[in-house]
């Protein structure tokens, strides 16, 4: 079988995503329940979420959830962990024998902080030592895939259509506040489960429906930075691109929305002078981060969550709001199934990014 | 008048119960995403309570209208050619996509697309109303057929997004607007429109403006402009040579 990346793959895919402003939590059935009503948006090659504030109880330790081949690939990956971080817990991640999810590998979770002593060595930040741990561990152990590293969170994905791989991981018994959800419609390979979405890299989680023609141009970018694009689906760049704009360059997500999805030049012309100069810097200097091509997008991040469109809007997304509650989704039917009576319902323009943060975050 | 339960339902069940039912008239409760509901249906009258999906009344044919008490998703009315669809809320992306024939009459507002491409025929003249405003590229590669959009929450500013008519080489796009679009393309006329040029859409929005009891819009006193294809930078010479 071929994997992704040795052939090329664009797809059709929903999204939904569910937030609560005051942090309160909620299980992973409501997301579930979401994306179900999209289900003929996937083909049944891939499912996910991603759950923020699901381990409250280790919420200072960096948590890696992992795939593994086989055990080979698990016993290196666990020596490299050893020998990189301190291993505060790991274990098999609960999930559920059902019919609809066969072939799953080794499924492990580790929380983790990093070795003192090589964090000092490396004189990186915590963050930027766990990413390079995580981006070297996908590229040169065969048979590893670290699907998500970031705190107080974690993703879960899968083959299979995204309501099936809820109930695999058994999402019911995680509480956030805020979930994203994919299922996916890959249309030239098998898929397999690291190509499933949510792609993650540290806290941030992007989940994707559409093709990103620019790909080759973005990838080639972002290895200038040290990303190594591993899993070779397009949406995998659009994470490492948000984790190197707000994390490494401290640009807030509004500026990054105006990189990755710049306005047309003859729209930047009709803006008003400090706008378009602050515009047109970004659009100048980043031409290889723009996007061009379909895509909806929604970007999960700690304390927050962003939708965000193509400039063309060439892919829908609907946004409804109730009291503290914020919900996304591809289909206007995926979040009137959660509420049926929202305070405001909002048709997000193209290229321009609707974020939400917790109250308590703002 | 039957009635339909469509809970829980997939929408290839739904459409079939549509199809072989023998009463004309059937009313659907709890839609939630069903696509393709009144798909190429003719001489039916669908009444929908929920959210239909995607593609509804795709292909439709003469002698059906399709009511939607709430807002409907993207692709409503994709290449339909006759009949009627009326939403009682906004509509997603790309409503009346390559339309050919009948009405779409949508109460608030249009996502982006509306319209997109919608063409026209000897007596197949496609018409959508849009009540308030729509995003951008509404009639974008317009070849026939009508849009009207209303801006009936407004207050006179333009109704609708960026590049509205880019590519229109047919059809007309009114507007009910004080201003123009900023960024129109030199390929298309823009004029206020003649007294003759809304006598021939009066019925309409009249009618229009009664079914969503909308009671601000006055054809003889609003200003409307009226868009179509430049007589003097024609697109037609782009696509052919002669």
């Known amino acids: 079988m071929k994997r992704e990346g040795e052939v090329r793959i664009p797809s059709g895919c929903a999204i939904s995503g569910i937030f609560s402003k005051k942090r309160r939590l909620f299980s992973g059935e409501m997301a579930i329940d979401s994306i179900r009503v999209m289900h003929d948006r996937s083909n049944g090659l891939g499912g996910g979420f991603a759950g923020y504030g699901i381990y409250p109880e280790y919420q200072e330790y960096f948590a890696l959830h992992v795939l593994y081949d086989d055990r080979k690939a698990k016993v290196e990956t666990e020596e490299f962990l050893e020998e990189h971080f301190d291993v505060i817990n790991l274990s098999k991640i609960p999930t559920r024998k059902i019919h609809a999810i066969k072939d799953e590998p080794l499924i492990w979770r580790y929380f983790v902080e990093p070795l003192r002593t090589r964090l000092m060595e490396s004189q990186l930040e915590e963050y930027e030592y766990t990413a390079r741990c995580v981006m070297k561990v996908n590229l040169h152990i065969k048979g590893a895939c670290i699907i998500s590293s970031g705190k107080n969170m974690g993703v879960f994905k899968a083959m299979g259509y995204p309501e099936d791989v809820g109930e695999f991981y058994r999402l019911e018994d995680y509480k956030g506040y805020c979930w994203t959800a994919h299922g996916r419609y890959p249309t030239n390979t098998p898929g397999w489960w690291g190509g499933a979405h949510p792609f993650s890299l540290l806290d941030v989680s992007v989940v994707h429906n559409g093709e990103i023609s620019s790909y080759d141009a973005n990838r080639r970018f972002m290895e200038m930075f040290g990303y190594k694009c591993t899993l070779q689906t397009d949406t995998e760049v659009i994470a490492y691109m948000i984790d190197y704009f707000h994390r490494k360059q401290g640009l807030p997500l509004d500026k990054v929305a105006s990189i990755l999805a710049a306005p047309l030049w003859s729209t930047i012309d009709r803006m008003e002078e400090k706008q378009k100069r602050e515009i047109t810097y970004l659009r100048k200097n980043f031409s290889s981060a723009l996007i061009t091509g379909p895509f909806s997008i929604l970007v999960g991040f700690e304390g927050g969550l962003m939708a965000l469109n193509d400039r063309l809007k060439l892919r829908s997304l609907v946004v409804g709001e109730k009291d503290d509650m914020v919900y996304m989704g591809s289909e206007e039917s995926a979040i009137r199934i959660l509420e049926n009576d929202f305070d405001k319902l909002t048709y997000p323009k193209g290229g321009v990014p609707y974020i939400v943060k917790l109250e308590d975050q703002q | ?242």
């Open chain 2, 1 to 242: 008048m039957k009635y339909i339960d469509a809970k829980d339902l997939h929408y290839k069940e739904l459409n079939k119960l549509i199809r072989y039912e023998e009463d004309t008239h059937v009313t659907l409760t709890n839609v939630m995403g069903q696509r393709f509901i009144g798909c190429a249906l003719e001489g039916k009258n669908i009444d929908i309570t929920g959210i239909p999906g995607n593609a509804l009344g795709a292909c439709l044919n003469g002698g059906s209208i399709i009511t939607v008490h709430n807002n409907c998703q993207d692709a409503t009315g994709d290449t339909m050619d006759d009949g009627e669809i009326i939403v009682h809320g906004n509509s997603g992306d790309t409503a009346g996509y390559a339309m050919r024939g009948g009405k779409i009459l949508i109460k608030e507002s249009g996502g982006y697309r509306m319209g997109l491409h919608m063409k026209a025929y000897n007596e197949r003249q496609p018409l959508m109303i849009v009540g308030n405003r729509v995003g951008s590229f509404c009639g974008e590669y317009l070849a026939g057929g009508t849009i009207i959009v209303l801006g009936y929450r407004e207050n006179g500013n333009c109704p609708v997004g960026n590049f509205c008519g880019t590519g229109m080489y047919g059809g007309r796009i009114f507007l009910r607007s004080n201003e123009l679009p900023k960024d129109l393309s030199p390929y298309i006329d823009a004029s206020v429109a003649t007294i003759e040029e809304l006598e021939s859409i009066r019925e309409e929005v009249t009618s229009f403006c009664s079914l969503f009891d909308i009671t601000n819009i006055d054809l003889d006193k609003d200003n409307f402009y009226i868009l179509s294809q430049s007589k003097v930078n024609e697109y037609k010479k782009k696509y052919t040579t002669v």
